[in-house]
Every structure is written in structure tokens, then in C-alpha cells.
């Protein structure tokens, strides 16, 4: 769904552990990591549209995740040009995002790139909370920092240090 100014509504998720560490996802066939985001679709509420994003993207349910908080507003995110699909309509020059942080209460066995008949990542690594800010492609960075920092607000204090520090860590697991 593309809103009046051009912008696709979308859900994104963090999903943390109780470690405060963060939930990073390759993209299928590429070098790419980014959060599970996705589309909401017509007459879809952003949290159904969250939860189904969830499912499908990463195999958790709502009985395995407990939901912590939202972003109060939408979050946007321009689309550099050569990514715009000029000739498509309606147009879309970027996302409109709802964040939301879940925890992981479930059994981390539980989680699945393969719930889909044509998954969207490949591989997937518990990273620092502020590593996503770095590691993003560079046009989302701004609404990666912007959401992190909201929604670190809901974490315990302690858990999460108070701003990006550039940090990156060691290695991945995949």
C-alpha cells in the first residue's frame, strides 16, 4: 500500500533476546543484513501486518515473541533514485515504517527462515543492539538509528547503552 505522497507502508521489527542483543537477517543471495520488515496491505492493522511479517520472515508466532513497544510515529526513509521504479504507479519513493521491539520468549529453535515459499533471508546472528546502525544499507541508516534510539526507551536500563557507539562486533554466526 502507497500512500498520497508516494510512500509504501511498512512494519519494522526488532526482535531482541534477553541479552539485549538484536535479531540480524541476510537478505537471499546477497552480502546484505537488515531488521524483518515488510508491507502492510490494504485494510491490514500495522500490528497484524507485524506479526504476519514475523511469521513469515522469521517463523515466530505471537505465542513466541512478547510484544515490548512501538515507534509513537511513522518513520520515513527516501529511496536513493536509481531505485525508484519510475515507471510503476502508483509511485513509490520510499517507506513509511511503524517499528516495533519484541523479546524472544520462545526457544530460539523456533526460529525459521523457511516459512515461505520464497524466503527473504538466508542467514540470521544475534549482534550488539547498535550494530544494525552501521551495518545497514546506507538510506535506511537514519530510520535504523532513529528507531533504535526510540525503542531502547522500553528496555531495561542497562541493557542497552544510550547511543550508537560505532562499535561493530568481532565476527557473525550464520
Request: hydrophobic share 35%; with cysteine.
Amino acid at each position: 500500500m502507497i500512500d498520497a505522497d508516494g510512500y509504501r507502508l511498512n512494519v519494522g521489527i526488532v526482535l531482541c533476546n534477553n541479552d539485549g542483543r538484536v535479531f540480524w537477517a541476510r537478505r537471499v543471495g546477497m552480502r546484505s543484513w537488515q531488521f524483518p520488515q515488510g508491507g502492510i496491505k490494504l485494510n491490514e492493522a500495522p500490528e497484524a501486518a507485524m506479526y504476519r511479517e514475523l511469521y513469515e520472515e522469521v517463523g515466530l508466532t505471537k505465542q513466541d515473541v512478547q510484544l515490548i513497544g512501538r515507534t509513537r510515529d511513522w518513520l520515513r526513509y527516501d529511496l536513493p533514485e536509481r531505485y525508484i521504479r519510475k515507471h510503476s504507479f502508483p509511485l513509490c519513493i520510499g517507506q513509511k515504517q511503524l517499528w516495533y521491539i519484541l523479546r524472544l520468549s520462545g526457544e530460539e529453535s523456533k526460529i525459521r527462515l523457511d516459512r515461505t515459499e520464497r524466503p527473504e533471508f538466508d542467514a540470521w546472528c544475534w549482534v550488539d543492539y547498535w550494530h544494525p546502525v552501521s551495518d545497514v544499507v546506507y538510506f535506511k541508516r537514519q530510520v535504523y538509528r532513529q528507531a533504535l534510539t526510540e525503542l531502547g526507551n522500553y528496555l531495561t536500563p542497562g541493557t542497552v547503552s544510550a547511543s550508537f557507539n560505532g562499535s561493530l562486533p568481532a565476527g557473525r554466526k550464520t
